[in-house]
Every structure is written in C-alpha cells, then in structure tokens.
C-alpha cells in the first residue's frame, strides 16, 4: 500500500511540474524592439498602427500595409504616412501570426488610438531593461560598465511598475487558431 502511494505522489508530482514548466514558456525580444516601440512589453511581435492602418513586424523590422488591394512588406511607410512621429503614435502589441489577416478586427478594436498621444517610447524609459537595446540611449552605458554583466539585464523576477498605458485592456493580443485569445490580455 505504502508503494502505491509513493508511486502516486511521484506520478503526481512529475505530472505538475511538467506542467508548471510548459506555462512558464517566456519569449523575450526588448533588444530587437525599436526605440520608438511602447515601453511595458517583453515581447512584440507586431505593432499595429492606428494613425496608418498598418502593421511594423518587430524581428524583420518592416511595415506590412495595404497596396493596391494587396498587403505587401516593405522598410518604409507609403509616402502618405511618411510624416508620422512613431515616438508619439499609439502602437498596439500583437502577439499574433499574420495580423494583418485580421485586419477589420484591428481597425474596428483599435481605430480609435488614432491620434493618440499616450504611451511611452523606449528611448525615454529610465527601465534598465531596455538598456539591452543597442540604440537606447543609455546602451553603451549600461554595457560599458565592467561591474554589470549580462545577467543583471531584463531581471524576469520584476513586475512592471512604470510601463506607459498598462490597463487599458489592449496590450497583447495573442489568439489561437479559433481567432479567440490564446495568450488573452496582460
């Protein structure tokens, strides 16, 4: 009796810990994320941008946007959005394959941003987190100092006390392949 018991803690016991460790998966890109990118996420795979109705892949650092009835992939903004200040444009995180699929889900959710002044940009972020970002302004500083070594950057263990707009129910947007919120909001 008491090796069936054992056998059943250990059984159990090995079955919650691979599962702890399956829901403990973090991806983290702050070094890839642009300067002008919204202070406050750990990941963005995408930004969808309101004030251009387009999206900016964070990791291949191109804008995805409408051209001729077709989405096309390109380094810049057509000419007509050319002027936008992307460190002052609302950006909302998607954390989603192929955004732009759904794109009049993110229009009608998300059109209303448009002329928003309201988040943070990473440049101006005094979160030593971002300091990892080679354009940051504070990078070579942060790098310089031979008293810091890489594992002092990002600190997972940190909540996120000064992250611009968190709250306002729109910050990650991962779904799954029923369209409905697979990573839900944070």
């Known amino acids: 009796m008491k090796k069936q018991i054992v056998l059943i803690a250990i059984v159990f016991a090995a ?29 963005a795979d995408y930004y969808y941008l309101p004030d251009a109705d387009a999206y900016y892949d964070v990791n291949a650092r191109k804008y995805i946007y409408l051209e001729n009835g077709g989405w096309v992939i390109r380094g ?34 998300f059109g209303g941003y448009r002329g928003k002044h309201d988040q943070q ?8 987190r971002y300091y990892e970002n080679p354009q940051h302004p504070q990078h070579a500083q942060w790098h310089g100092n031979p008293g810091r070594g890489h594992e002092d950057h990002g600190n997972p263990g940190r909540g996120h006390e ?18 409905q919120g697979g990573e839900g909001h944070r």
Do not use: C
Request: proline share 6%; glycine share 10%.
């Open 121 to 128: 940009p990473i440049r101006d972020s005094r979160d030593q």
């Open 76 to 109: 810049e903004l057509p000419q007509q959005y050319r002027g936008i200040d992307m460190y002052n444009v609302h950006k909302v995180v998607i954390n989603e394959r192929d955004p732009w699929r759904r794109n009049d889900y993110y229009r009608a959710q």
């Open 162 to 179: 000064d992250h611009g707009d968190k709250g306002q129910g729109h910050e990650d947007h991962g779904h799954d392949d029923h369209g």
């Open 15 to 43: 079955f919650f810990s691979n599962a702890a460790t399956a829901q403990v998966s973090l991806r983290i890109n702050l070094g890839v994320q642009p300067i002008w990118g919204p202070v406050g996420y750990e990941q």
